[in-house]
């Protein structure tokens, strides 16, 4: 059932425990119980919103870097991985196979920013060996949910 | 002036319009409505089937079929039945593809019904078998299926309905819209007056993929001595979320089969080929897909269930099929005044039960088609408006 809360959770973290019990089929306590547990296991690391901030109003500009790293002896990735995952304008980092090692997203408030922040504070750090800035044009998709409009329920309102 | 009158058949124009006329009207001049009325899948088609459907297109494939179906289709509604239902049907000589259900139903009963002949049709449910039986000169016999039965059909009110002039029973189940399921030994009660007579069942079990009770769906056809009198309409619409690509199949024995084929070959001649294309992939690889599929349906089921209670609009546990039938008689509204007022007041689309029968009056057919979230909002303005009524 655990796994079947998260993923309900991932749907819609506003839902009330009598919703999520109604639909996991149990009752409100161990849905209770469940979160905190799964809360203080580290498995639930917190609630967010989904925005498209392209509706607000001078939205920030996110861009997607690929980072070559050279691991280091003994420590792996993890190193480096840390040291950029600590910067506040570095939204997700991951480690990924393929071409390149770690993909960063980083947010700032202009191209400018975005560029300044790569080539001082990621490109210099020792094991980089390369980057590669990928600018984000336009977000289709954020966390499951699509940010366009046009897939509106098409169909009737009465349909026997 | 031509005098239409004088032209059209008489036994058409007698048909009624559908009682819900009036709501999509209504509706129509809105533009907040947030509906629970449809009866179609939200989900879309799976890419595998939309993508059996393109590449069929890609090689070029549409011509027509034989009138059957593609051969390789019907092979695999063949398997499919064996291995969900346990029914075995020859795919040579036993199995039709259709224009969805709906045309299935249609032929089955025209190949049956003549003029006089008795059709025992159990409401509320789908609203088709009673114009198609009397458009063949066939006379409907309603049984009006009661909620302290579950909506099921009962032995009592079968031997009660039958008369020497019956043809055919309508075994509408899972329901559409009292989300009604017929169980193992409820269909055994059934079997039993039928065993020794000329009477046929057309079983509907267009929702068979969409049951929730403890075991899985079992078709009468699967029981001792019914399929030789059996005719099981089924189909892509509500199992694999295809309702546009219009396709179902019926399986009987091949006697019937072979005059309903007839009606088929020259009514319609064959269902959609690019359609069938998609048919095979969806039978082949899609098990998991719509198991998926069935999970959420149980989910938003469970929700709904219980915030229609709490609401105080008691609704019994729908065993089957998308709906939920809350009874609406604490309100002291007909069913239709409950929908046209829930419509104006709060924007909110239902179907009245009196739409599927006289039978459904006091209740309201809700359909989960729809997201847990859009689900909760058409919640909460209905309890808003049963609010209200108390005031």
């Known amino acids: 059932m655990k796994s079947e809360l998260l993923k309900l959770l991932s749907r819609n973290a506003r839902y009330t425990a009598s919703q999520l019990a109604d639909m996991l089929a149990t009752d409100e306590k161990t849905v209770n119980d469940m979160m905190k547990d799964l809360e203080k296991q580290g498995v639930i690391k917190g609630y967010k919103t989904v925005i498209d901030w392209e509706r607000v109003e001078n939205p920030d500009v996110s861009a997607i870097i690929e980072l070559n790293v050279v691991p280091k002896a003994g420590l792996g990735f993890e190193d480096v991985a840390e040291k950029i995952a600590a910067y506040s304008e570095v939204e997700t980092v991951y480690l990924v196979s393929g071409d390149y090692d770690l993909h960063v997203v980083v947010k700032a408030k202009s191209l400018q920013d975005v560029a300044k922040f790569v080539a001082r504070e990621l490109a210099p750090i020792d094991s980089i060996t390369a980057t590669t800035t990928n600018f984000v044009m336009r977000r289709y998709k954020e966390m499951d949910v699509k940010l366009y409009d046009s897939d509106r329920d098409d169909r009737g309102d009465f349909l026997l | ?391």
């Open chain 2, 1 to 391: 002036m031509i005098d239409y009158s004088l032209v059209l058949n008489p036994d058409v124009c007698e048909i009624k319009p559908s009682g819900i006329r009036k709501f999509f009207d209504i509706a129509a001049t809105m533009d907040d409505v947030i509906s629970l009325g449809v009866g179609e899948p939200d989900f879309p088609t799976p890419w595998q089937i939309r993508a059996a459907g393109i590449s069929s297109l890609e090689r070029s494939k549409t011509k027509y079929t034989s009138n059957s179906g593609l051969e390789a289709l019907r092979e695999e509604i063949s398997k499919y039945l064996d291995r969900k239902y346990n029914t075995k049907y020859d795919p040579k000589s036993e199995i039709l593809v259709t224009v969805g259900g709906s045309e299935a139903i249609d032929a089955a009963i025209r190949a049956l019904v003549t003029k006089g002949d008795e059709v025992i049709i159990p409401q509320p449910s789908y609203v088709c078998y009673e114009p198609i039986t009397a458009l063949s000169g066939g006379i409907p016999v309603i049984i009006e299926t009661k909620a302290q039965d579950n909506f099921k059909l009962t032995k009592k009110q079968l031997l009660s309905a039958i008369s020497d002039k019956t043809k055919v029973l309508i075994l509408p189940f899972p329901c559409n819209p009292t989300g009604a399921v017929m169980e193992r030994e409820d269909l055994e009660e059934i079997a039993e007056v039928l065993r020794d007579k000329n009477i046929i069942v057309i079983s509907d079990e267009i929702y068979s993929e969409l049951t929730f009770t403890k075991k899985p769906h079992v078709s009468i056809a699967s029981l001792d001595g019914m399929k030789e009198r059996t005719i099981t309409v089924n189909g892509f619409s509500k199992s694999f979320s295809m309702t546009g690509w219009r396709l179902g199949f019926a399986c009987g024995p091949k006697e019937i089969m072979q005059q309903i084929t007839k009606i088929h070959q020259f009514a319609i001649m064959c269902a959609p080929t690019t359609s069938q294309y998609a048919a095979i992939e969806a039978l082949r690889s899609c098990d998991e897909v719509v198991k998926e599929m069935q999970l959420e349906y149980n989910r938003r089921r469970r929700l709904m269930v219980s915030g229609f209670n709490r609401i105080g609009l008691s609704c019994r546990e729908p065993f089957g099929a998308f709906y939920a039938f809350p009874s609406i008689e604490s309100t002291g509204l007909s069913s239709d005044e409950f929908c046209e007022r829930l419509l104006k007041e709060k924007a909110v689309a239902v179907v009245p039960g009196t739409a599927f029968g006289k039978g459904g009056e006091g209740f309201i057919r809700v359909s989960y088609c729809y997201s847990a979230e859009h689900i909760l909002e058409a919640l909460k303005r209905i309890g808003e408006f049963v609010e209200n009524l108390k005031k």
